[in-house]
């Protein structure tokens, strides 16, 4: 059985950093592309960052940009996320999510429950 | 990037209904389209995937069709479970995989 398990969130000021985990297990972990996909409160899914299975390509939403890296441990079955420069619109609900092939543009077929990052002051 | 425009943003429905949501993209995307339902409190859920493939475990009741820069989801006989949001999502080309708005769909 897949299971994607997030952790990590939490309470943070603006301007500050926190680094996001996803420990995956039930699948081949490096055989598989992951993202992160967040939902703000009261707003829809916004596809965040992705990553192939070996690590070697990432993508990024232009909101994070530059602030935000993925990344992956494929001895560890772990993804992470790590995030800094938080604004008060990073305020989230941060999914985990394993991409149904080794090509991060694919469609999702595994999510976790999420880990809540508030950012505020 | 390419932008998902869904149509409605909300509806109404009965148990038993036959309901459809629609999806546009900025762009042609070809079949790379993909739908999931969204409940809240839980985790996204894959319904249809390259417009029309039904996910392995998803009712037949649920479909989906279209191509290049028009895109459904049918589904044809509301179930009480089936009362969620559903988003559409593109995964043509380069990132970021950009989802629509979401449709919320509630119990009239």
């Known amino acids: 059985e897949v299971q994607l398990v997030e952790s990590g969130g939490g309470l943070v000021q603006p301007g500050g950093s926190l680094r996001l985990s996803c420990a995956a297990s039930?699948?081949?972990?490096?055989?598989?592309?992951m993202t992160w996909v967040r939902q703000a409160p009261g707003k829809g899914l916004e596809w965040v960052s992705g990553?192939?299975?070996?690590?070697?390509?990432?993508y990024y939403a232009e909101s994070v940009k530059g602030r935000f890296t993925i990344s992956r441990d494929n001895s560890k079955n772990t993804l992470y996320l790590q995030m800094t420069s938080l604004r008060a619109d990073d305020t989230a609900l941060y999914y985990c999510?394993?991409?149904?092939?080794?090509?991060?543009?694919?469609?999702?077929?595994?999510w976790g429950q999420g880990t809540l990052v508030t950012v505020s002051s | 990037d390419i932008q998902m425009t869904q149509s409605p943003s909300s509806l109404s429905a009965s148990v038993g209904d036959r309901v459809t949501i629609t999806c546009r993209a900025s762009?042609?995307?070809?079949?790379?389209l993909n739908w999931y339902q969204h409940k809240s409190g839980k985790a996204p859920k894959l319904l249809i995937y390259?417009?029309?493939s039904l996910q392995s475990g998803v009712p037949s009741r649920f479909s989906g069709s279209g191509s290049g820069t028009d895109f459904t989801l049918t589904i044809s006989s509301l179930r009480p479970e089936d009362f969620a949001t559903y988003y559409c999502?593109?995964?043509?080309?380069?990132?970021?995989?950009?989802f629509g708005q979401g449709t919320k769909l509630e119990i009239k």
């Open positions: 039930g699948f081949t972990f490096s055989s598989y592309a």
């Open positions: 999510a394993k991409v149904a092939e080794r090509r991060v543009t694919a469609p999702i077929d595994y």
């Open positions: 762009q042609s995307i070809s079949s790379y």
């Open positions: 390259a417009a029309s």
């Open positions: 990553i192939s299975g070996s690590g070697g390509i990432t």
């Open positions: 999502q593109q995964t043509y080309s380069t990132p970021p995989n950009t």
